[in-house]
C-alpha cells in the first residue's frame, strides 16, 4: 500500500477556490484508483471524489459535481482536488484514499475498500 500526505487546506470565503494536494509514497501509485472523502462535525465520513489508476476516469458525489475537479500526475505521485464556487457545507476535513486492491476496473471507492488514508486537511469555508 501507499503512505498519503494532505495538503493544501485552509480558510475560504464562500465562491472561493481551493486546490488540495496528496503526494503519496511508493512506486506503486500509478497502479492505485485514488480518492477524496470529506468528514463534517458531527457527521459521517462520506465520498466526494475518485479518479481510476490511469486517470481516465473519474466519478463524482452530486453535492460536489461540476464544482470540484479531481486529477492525478502519476510521474509526481500525486492527486489533486481543485474546488472551486466553495459553500459553506463544503466545510470538513477532507482525507485522501488509496483503493485497497491495484488496477481496481472500477472508478467509484466504497469507504470500506479504502486501503490506505492521508491524515486530513481542513478547510472552512466562511458565509
Known amino acids: 500500500q501507499v503512505q498519503l500526505v494532505e495538503s493544501g487546506g485552509g480558510l475560504v470565503q464562500a465562491g472561493g477556490s481551493l486546490r488540495l494536494s496528496c503526494a503519496a509514497s511508493g512506486r506503486t501509485f500509478s497502479s492505485y484508483g485514488m480518492g477524496w472523502f470529506r468528514q463534517a462535525p458531527g457527521k459521517e465520513r462520506e465520498f466526494v471524489a475518485a479518479i481510476n489508476w490511469s486517470g481516465l476516469s473519474t466519478y463524482y458525489a452530486d453535492s460536489v459535481k461540476g464544482r470540484f475537479t479531481i486529477s492525478r500526475d502519476n510521474a509526481k505521485n500525486t492527486v489533486y482536488l481543485q474546488m472551486n464556487s466553495m459553500e459553506p457545507e463544503d466545510t470538513a476535513v477532507y482525507y485522501c484514499?488509496?483503493?485497497?486492491?491495484?488496477?481496481?476496473?472500477?472508478?467509484?471507492?466504497?469507504?470500506?475498500?479504502?486501503?490506505?488514508w492521508g491524515q486530513g486537511t481542513q478547510v472552512t469555508v466562511s458565509s
Open positions: 484514499a488509496a483503493h485497497r486492491r491495484t488496477y481496481y476496473i472500477g472508478t467509484y471507492i466504497n469507504p470500506t475498500d479504502v486501503g490506505s
